[in-house]
């Protein structure tokens, strides 16, 4: 089973900032907070990745609180090509399991 | 593009048919997994290859499902004796065998059986 919950869909007006948040309360010491995203009929897509401290790259950032036990993934200028389907994994190594993610509706 | 790539992109076969689908990782990366999706649900592991070894097969792959990575670099999956549960997207991903290595996927095969 996935080691994470995440809500099963969220909204978020063009342009603003899109925060989906993500529990994994029994997250080991050694294991990594991934984010993937996908959209329609494609393979998901790498977003992001973190062990402790937070991180930044050209798609987005990932805040892990200092207990690690949750996560935000934060889209800072929403775009309607942002609709997906957000995974939050948490892994240490080798096969990713999957749970539903959070459907994320971006609204003109 | 230097990504993951699979092979076909659509599949409509038949009940009964066998049918393999191609997946080429990129270049560097020794790790290929196999996932299946099926509607509204995330992708599921089937198995994974280090280089020419498959390491873990899910309970998922039965044994009408067989996968091969003969030279470490590309790999096939074939199903043989197509039922209509077998409808799904497969997705290929690979990465590097780092500690912090990256799954990278392809855009997936869709395979409808009737």
């Known amino acids: 089973d996935a080691k994470t919950t995440q809500p099963p869909s969220m909204d978020c007006a063009e342009g603003r900032a899109a925060n989906l948040p993500c529990n994994h309360s029994?997250?080991?010491?050694?294991?990594?907070v991934y984010w993937y995203r996908q959209i329609h009929s494609q393979g998901p897509q790498y977003i992001i990745h973190?062990?402790?401290n937070n991180e930044t790259n050209e798609m987005a950032s990932l805040i892990i609180t200092e207990d690690r036990k949750s996560s935000t993934l934060i889209l800072p200028h929403a775009t309607l090509r942002d609709t997906a389907v957000y995974y939050c994994?948490?892994?240490?190594?080798?096969?990713?399991?999957f749970g539903k993610g959070t459907r994320l509706h971006i609204l003109p | 593009d230097t990504g993951v790539s699979q092979d076909p992109r659509h599949k409509i076969t038949k009940r009964g048919q066998n049918v393999t689908f191609r997946c080429d990782p990129i270049?560097?990366?020794?790790?290929l997994y196999w996932y299946r999706q099926t509607l509204g649900q995330g992708p599921e592991f089937l198995t994974y290859?280090?280089?020419?070894?498959?390491?873990?097969k899910s309970r998922l792959l039965s044994d009408r499902f067989s996968a091969e990575r003969p030279k470490g670099s590309f790999s096939t999956l074939e199903i043989q004796r197509t039922e209509q549960g077998d409808s799904a997207m497969y997705l290929c991903?690979?990465?590097?065998?780092?500690?912090?290595?990256?799954?990278?996927f392809g855009p997936g095969t869709r395979l409808l059986v009737l």
């Open positions: 973190g062990l402790k």
């Open positions: 290859f280090q280089n020419e070894a498959q390491l873990e």
């Open positions: 029994t997250i080991s010491g050694n294991e990594y």
């Open positions: 991903a690979s990465s590097s065998d780092r500690a912090e290595e990256t799954q990278y």
């Open positions: 270049s560097e990366h020794n790790r």
């Open positions: 994994i948490v892994r240490a190594y080798d096969k990713i399991i």
